[in-house]
């Protein structure tokens, strides 16, 4: 069993900085599951398969934290991971 941490900032003219942690633990290195979490914005859930040493897809569930989840239910989304160089 493998654990990744990784984080991402994301920052554009006109709109708050987005920082985002995500945890995934890999289980018999086909299969990652795991959360994220998007600082006073929202939290995720994700798992991700793998299909070939260079693909994979996957499945995330994302639910507002902030006060747009007084009118959202979350998000679906659909995950293509494709790796460009040899590990």
Not at 25 to 53: P, W
């Amino acid at each position: 069993v493998d654990f990744t941490l990784s984080g991402l900032t994301k920052m554009v003219s006109g709109a708050p900085t987005s920082i985002d942690i995500t945890g995934l633990v890999a289980i018999q290195q086909k299969t990652e599951l795991g959360i994220s979490y998007r600082f006073d914005e929202s939290i995720s859930a994700i798992a991700m398969f793998k299909y070939l040493d260079w693909l994979q897809f996957g499945y995330a569930y994302e639910y507002a934290t902030s006060p747009v989840g007084d009118y959202s239910k979350g998000s679906h989304e659909l995950l293509i991971k494709i790796l460009l160089t040899k590990r």
